[in-house]
């Protein structure tokens, strides 16, 4: 049997640049109510990380919720940049926003916060078109599963997108090139990647 788990972490290797407070109400975030106040989850006080990972933007907030008010950010809570939750939607005139300098690296899986009891994590993010959720509707989410999964021939390693660029310059830098050039430069990729052992992270 396992219990709720109150804190977050980082579903991926990313880079935090920006944190903003959202002084906000703190309703019930039961679907029933979600139902009803369809956009709640930018009326609750809210919590934003913004930055980006590999694939572009990346931003993962934590929203309040009845009883759960309090929100904690574990790399700014020693910091003279920590937020205050939980001290009344009245209590605030304006959002709150730090940046970050330096900016602040977190890992896969690495703990970024937690809540005092328990609510909502969303994430925005770009990524490959070829990108899937490994999740279902009211599926539980438990540390360590995978959110979801790029196949690995869309996660090439860095060498080889350096080596595709420059060959992408040379070519341009050919009054008239030809599909042959063109080719000829595939192809020398193609017998590189078959002969080198590469890929990236499949789990996000």
Avoid at 50 to 68: E, I, L, P
């Amino acid at each position: 049997e396992y219990g709720y788990y109150h804190l977050f972490h980082s579903p991926c290797s990313w880079t935090v640049d920006k944190v903003i407070h959202f002084p906000g109400t703190l309703m019930s975030v039961n679907p029933s109510v979600c139902k009803i106040v369809r956009n709640i989850l930018v009326l609750n006080e809210r919590v934003l990380l913004s930055g980006s990972w590999k694939h572009g933007y990346f931003s993962y907030t934590a929203v309040g919720a009845t009883n759960v008010g309090s929100i904690r950010i574990d790399f700014l809570k020693d910091s003279a940049d920590a937020i205050q939750t939980n001290k009344g939607f009245l209590s605030f005139t304006k959002d709150t926003e730090i940046l970050l300098e330096p900016q602040q690296d977190l890992s896969r899986g690495e703990m970024v916060g937690g809540f005092n009891f328990g609510s909502t994590i969303v994430l925005m993010f770009e990524a490959p078109k070829s990108f899937t959720f490994n999740l279902e509707t009211d599926e539980t989410i438990r540390l360590g599963n995978p959110l979801g999964e790029i196949p690995t021939e869309d996660t090439e390693d860095p060498v080889m997108e350096d080596l595709r660029d420059t060959i992408d310059a040379v070519v341009k830098t050919i009054s008239e090139p030809t599909d042959q050039i063109k080719k000829l430069g595939d192809e020398v990729i193609e017998h590189i990647i078959d002969s080198t052992e590469f890929g990236g992270e499949k789990n996000v």
